[in-house]
């Protein structure tokens, strides 16, 4: 079946402008997870959704970030007044939330560009 | 000090020898760890996940957890140039819900 997808793969954008990141969650999982991946780290924990609520947004780095899943599934996140520190890969991840770690896949990312 | 730390590397090994892959951390909460492999412009993808302290052998990769020493590993024998990629390894607290927390990833390279 198909996997967690991310469109679009890339986006440049000019400092101060507004993005919106989609995610495609695998169809069923409940559990949706934002990361951000800056070059030569690790993914960092952004906001997990359980359902259509944040259940910890905990990671967000401040009020230019938000994410919403309206109806459970494809998730959007949107950074306004984006900073050339913004630029990075911006993961998506889905689990099923009886599987546990074990079942949490990984999409391709979107790469945002801050110029 | 951050929460989880592994060693960048580089490491270069030659096809066929054992690799030897590291973290550390500091939250003794942790009892969910996993490996990742994460291919070139690709999203990380689960290798193993292991719960609480032990070992967990899956084909040509083990994993090893040691809770009292707040050390894992990750073994790969007979490694094949297919296996050249970064490999992260992340940790959470709970089962559902918690939140990864990864380390920076070492780059491997298996030279035919």
């Known amino acids: 079946g198909a996997g967690v997808s991310q469109t679009p793969s890339n986006k440049v954008t000019e400092k101060g402008k507004y993005v919106e990141l989609r995610c495609d969650p695998i169809?069923?999982?409940?559990?949706l997870y934002w990361y951000r991946q800056s070059l030569g780290q690790g993914p960092e924990f952004l906001i997990y959704?359980?359902?259509?609520?944040?259940?910890?947004d905990s990671g967000l780095p401040n009020d230019r970030f938000f994410a919403v899943r309206p109806e459970g599934s494809v998730s959007t996140l949107k950074i306004q007044r984006t900073e050339r520190g913004d630029s990075a890969v911006y993961l998506c991840a889905s689990s099923d939330i009886a599987g546990g770690p074990g079942t949490q896949y990984f999409g391709p990312g979107t790469r945002l560009l801050v110029l | 000090q951050k929460e989880v730390e592994q060693d960048p590397g580089p490491l270069s090994v030659p096809e066929g020898a054992i690799v030897s892959l590291n973290c550390t951390y500091s939250?003794?909460?942790?009892?969910?760890f996993m490996w990742y492999r994460q291919y070139s412009r690709k999203g990380p993808e689960l290798l193993m996940y292991?719960?609480?302290?032990g070992n967990k052998e899956d084909g040509r990769f083990t994993a090893q957890v040691d809770k009292s020493s707040k050390y894992i590993s990750l073994f790969i024998r007979d490694s094949q140039p297919s296996d050249s990629a970064t490999y992260l390894c992340a940790m959470s607290a709970g089962s559902n819900g918690n939140q990864f927390y990864f380390g920076t990833g070492t780059s491997l390279t298996v030279i035919p």
């Open positions: 939250n003794s909460a942790f009892q969910y």
């Open positions: 169809s069923g999982h409940t559990a």
């Open positions: 292991t719960y609480s302290s």
């Open positions: 959704f359980q359902g259509t609520g944040a259940a910890d």
